[in-house]
């Protein structure tokens, strides 16, 4: 599992912890069968702030898993 994933999103990063990045690709696959959905993140650096970005047909996000220690 990776350390974090990072998500880029309307021109900002915004980052997902304790999730598998095909857990997340899974989840927004999800969102554009319904037509849309939510995908929660962390916001900002240090102190993370839970925000919510609406996953839609046509919106660009990025996905980059950051590797986790070495077990």
Known sequence: MAKR???FYGGRLYSVGGRDIDD?????GDAL???HGWLTVN??????????LL???G???TLAALPGDAA
């Open 5 to 7: 994933v990072d998500v």
């Open 24 to 28: 997340i690709r899974a989840e927004i």
């Open 33 to 35: 069968v319904r037509g």
């Open 43 to 52: 916001d900002g650096e240090g102190v993370a702030q839970s925000t919510e």
């Open 55 to 57: 996953i839609t047909p």
């Open 59 to 61: 919106v660009d996000i």
